[in-house]
């Protein structure tokens, strides 16, 4: 009889005070596999790993499952819903592993099993993930449980120094009501002549950025987030401290007249989380209407590319909205192609949306 072919194999959720014990296990699958984290790196990880778990466990923000060999974890799968109204029905897989000797017996086929049914129970739509290119095994499972390939993410990570591109595959749980949304272009609002600096907002300048995304996301119908989903400038100066310390960069593109200052733009980038994908930055950059088409973007663009140059950035990664045919436009005028098309992605005004996912390589 094969080892560990008798004991009862256990799903369930991971309980808060077992994040320890989590990571723990996390380590030890690193070890074994070249296309997780790289051993050790759990360990960036460990502070705050229970609050986490408490938070997605009462938000249902999000699910750890454990396979569980008696008391031993030999396996794990993290799901993490969207932040927004509009996108909380997606689930990402961001996280999932499986003991060695214990691989080929139907247990990963069981976690997504458990994660499918949590998803669905909570009226998800949709589940997504990444996968490396060289990976069959799971490649296998996933088109297994359903899912299909999006797209190619070319050099998403470094494993011994050579490049591998990533497929991004998703699953659809229910089907979106609504006719697709149909690309339009909205024409620019009228600009008002005002001195502009580019600058970081300081934590107390939160009542800036606040008005700013209010006024963004009710002119238009091309983001996830809602106006009423805008932090309060208390929530807001945290996070801008908080973006401070987290080695990214955020600028604004701040007009001054006889009224006072005011925020007209903003963008912001920062390294992927894993130390294999720290070579690509995720980028986001939003204007006014009233600031379309005069330069700001272009400015903001710059600077964050420059940024990334620096801090060693090999490529640069974004998404929009498909129907928002100007910021795909400026996009691809940038330099940036489309990897990934996702189609009936979410809905908004009772449409359904299609997300692009976009790179740029940056040369040395």
Same mark, same amino acid.
């Given at each position: 009889?094969?080892?560990?072919?008798?004991?009862?194999?256990?799903?369930?959720?991971?309980?808060?005070?077992?994040?320890?014990?989590?990571?723990?296990?996390?380590?030890?699958?690193?070890?074994?596999?070249?296309? #997780?984290?790289?051993?050790?790196?759990?360990?960036?990880?460990?502070?705050?790993?229970?609050?986490?778990?408490?938070?997605?466990?009462?938000?249902?923000?999000?699910?750890?499952?454990?396979?569980?060999?008696?008391?031993?974890? %030999?396996?794990?799968?993290?799901?993490?819903?969207? !932040?927004?109204?509009?996108?909380?029905?997606?689930?990402? %897989?961001?996280?999932?592993?499986?003991?060695?000797?214990?691989?080929?017996?139907?247990?990963?086929?069981?976690?997504?099993?458990?994660?499918?049914?949590?998803?669905?129970?909570? *009226?998800?739509?949709? #589940?997504?993930?990444?996968?490396?290119?060289?990976?069959?095994?799971?490649?296998?499972?996933?088109?297994?449980?359903?899912?299909?390939?999006?797209?190619?993410?070319?050099?998403?990570?470094?494993?011994?120094?050579?490049?591998?591109?990533?497929?991004?595959?998703?699953?659809?749980?229910?089907?979106?009501? *609504?006719?697709?949304?149909?690309?339009?272009?909205?024409?620019? *609002?009228?600009?008002?002549? /005002?001195? $502009?600096?580019?600058?970081?907002?300081?934590?107390?300048?939160?009542?800036? !950025?606040?008005?700013?995304?209010?006024?963004?996301?009710?002119?238009?119908?091309?983001? #996830?987030?809602?106006?009423?989903?805008? $932090?309060?400038?208390?929530?807001?100066?945290?996070?801008?401290? @908080?973006?401070?310390? /987290?080695?990214?960069?955020? $600028?604004?593109? !701040?007009?001054? @007249?006889?009224?006072?200052?005011? !925020?007209?733009?903003?963008?912001?980038?920062?390294?992927?989380?894993?130390?294999?994908?720290?070579?690509?930055?995720?980028?986001?950059?939003?204007?006014?209407?009233?600031?379309?088409?005069?330069? %700001?973007?272009?400015?903001?663009?710059?600077?964050?590319?420059?940024?990334?140059?620096?801090? *060693?950035?090999?490529? $640069?990664?974004?998404?929009? #909205?498909?129907?928002?045919?100007?910021?795909?436009?400026?996009?691809?005028?940038?330099?940036?192609?489309?990897?990934?098309?996702?189609?009936?992605?979410?809905? %908004?005004?009772?449409?359904?949306?299609?997300?692009?996912?976009?790179?740029?390589?940056?040369?040395?």
């Amino acid at each position: 009889m094969p080892e560990h072919a008798t004991p009862d194999i256990v799903i369930r959720a991971a309980l808060p005070e077992e994040g320890g014990a989590l990571l723990e296990a996390v380590g030890r699958i690193d070890e074994e596999t070249e296309f #997780l984290g790289k051993p050790g790196e759990y360990r960036r990880w460990r502070d705050g790993v229970e609050e986490r778990l408490a938070v997605m466990r009462d938000k249902r923000s999000g699910i750890y499952l454990l396979a569980l060999a008696g008391d031993e974890i %030999i396996g794990f799968l993290g799901g993490f819903a969207g !932040v927004f109204r509009r996108s909380g029905g997606i689930l990402y %897989i961001g996280h999932v592993g499986l003991r060695r000797s214990w691989r080929g017996r139907g247990i990963g086929t069981r976690l997504f099993t458990a994660v499918e049914d949590w998803a669905r129970a909570g *009226g998800a739509w949709r #589940l997504e993930l990444r996968v490396d290119e060289a990976n069959e095994r799971g490649q296998a499972l996933y088109r297994k449980r359903g899912f299909v390939s999006e797209g190619r993410i070319a050099e998403a990570v470094f494993l011994d120094g050579k490049a591998h591109a990533h497929y991004w595959m998703a699953k659809t749980l229910r089907p979106l009501d *609504g006719a697709d949304w149909r690309e339009i272009d909205v024409a620019p *609002g009228r600009i008002e002549p /005002a001195a $502009l600096a580019f600058r970081p907002i300081r934590p107390e300048e939160a009542g800036l !950025v606040c008005r700013w995304e209010r006024q963004l996301l009710a002119e238009t119908s091309f983001h #996830l987030k809602e106006p009423e989903e805008v $932090l309060t400038e208390t929530a807001m100066a945290q996070a801008l401290a @908080d973006e401070q310390k /987290a080695g990214r960069l955020a $600028l604004a593109a !701040v007009a001054r @007249d006889r009224d006072g200052e005011r !925020v007209v733009g903003y963008g912001s980038i920062a390294k992927e989380l894993g130390l294999r994908m720290q070579h690509d930055c995720l980028c986001t950059l939003s204007l006014l209407r009233t600031h379309w088409g005069v330069g %700001i973007g272009r400015g903001l663009m710059a600077r964050l590319e420059e940024w990334a140059r620096e801090h *060693g950035a090999r490529r $640069l990664s974004t998404s929009l #909205l498909a129907h928002n045919r100007r910021g795909l436009r400026f996009a691809q005028a940038q330099g940036f192609a489309i990897e990934v098309d996702s189609p009936r992605f979410a809905t %908004i005004d009772r449409s359904v949306v299609r997300r692009l996912r976009l790179a740029k390589r940056l040369e040395a």
